[in-house]
């Protein structure tokens, strides 16, 4: 059996986070089904939804109408972005109490090295409960936590008892722990994958443990040893710091579906121009870039690329994102009700660092569109842009 990682991990993710932070805001919603999102009337979707609304079915990504129908008395609530990233930010403050391993999933989610914090705060348990009480005595929420020896069975303990759970992995545990839950509870594992390994008769960890390593390749090609590593609660991958906003992004809910797709890349043209002006205003650059669209049906598709050097160019994203949208989307000319740019694996971009840039072309790129902002800031949008803007583009 493979070497256990000594890490000490703790996972921490805020239950129901955005419908949370409306509720405390404002106690006469307690108890109530709550949901933060697009209106019904509208074309939008469930951003989150709080649990006495997820008993009528409501997910996040349901689109608001479909919330509606399932429970006609929700209290529908437009999202507070900024008020939930301030609230975020007072969360993040306290993990970093405890340690600056800190690496962020999400607004409400992150992973926390404390290996290193041990002989200060004492043990792993110990800390993530003091974690867990001061977010729920300070910010006057609830979170759940998983504490492990590694990010995989920390973030699975997390979700074992959502919402406002508590629960520890501990390394000799983990294939206990592991064995009855369903393949799906993988990392990297979605439906698809989990439904071919069902068919070759691989429904839980335990049976894909047991599974011949050679044929389990056949099935899942090169995922096979991670899968294998994960299924005997082996991971190796390190808490990465960063920072909360581990995205920059810009989508759009059309108000009729589009097919045109010369249409569709003008629109992802111009969602691109504002993430790159973002990721450079906030002065990072960007290692993937994220491509989204949904289709009439609700299907959500998302395709994402790593580039080899981390860029804020919009020409670079534009180009890439083009490529999404040609080569890997495969929507054969379906239409489609939204599309969406993201940029995630964020790094600062430091003045300092430009000497070590890799690539001349890129910082050129990344200068000039430093300069079209400036002007643009100065002489507005419309008047300077880039390439061929085309008339009908008016955003
Ligand atoms: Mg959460």
Redesign the pocket.
Known sequence: MGVMSQRAIIHV?????YASVEVRDDPSLAGKPVIVGGTPEGRGVVAAASYEAREYGIHSAMSAFRAKKLCPHAVFIRPRMRHYSSVSKQIFAIFREYTPLVEPI?I??AFLDVTGSLSLFGPAEEIGRTIKRRIRETIGLTASVGVAPNKFLAKLASDLEKPDGFVIIKAEEAISRLAPLPVGKLWGVGKVTQKKLISHGIPTIKDLRDFPTGKLETIVGSQARRLRDLANGIDNRPVAVGEESKSIGAETTFPKDIYDAERLMEVLDSLVERVAKRLRKEGYRAHAVHLKARYPDFKTVTRVVTLPAATASTKKIQETVRELFEKRLDRQDRPLRLVGVSTSQLVRAKKDELELFPDDQEEQREKVDHLLDELQKRYGSQTIWRGKRRAADKD
Do not use: N
């Open positions: 993710d805020m239950d129901a986070f999400s409400d989610e």
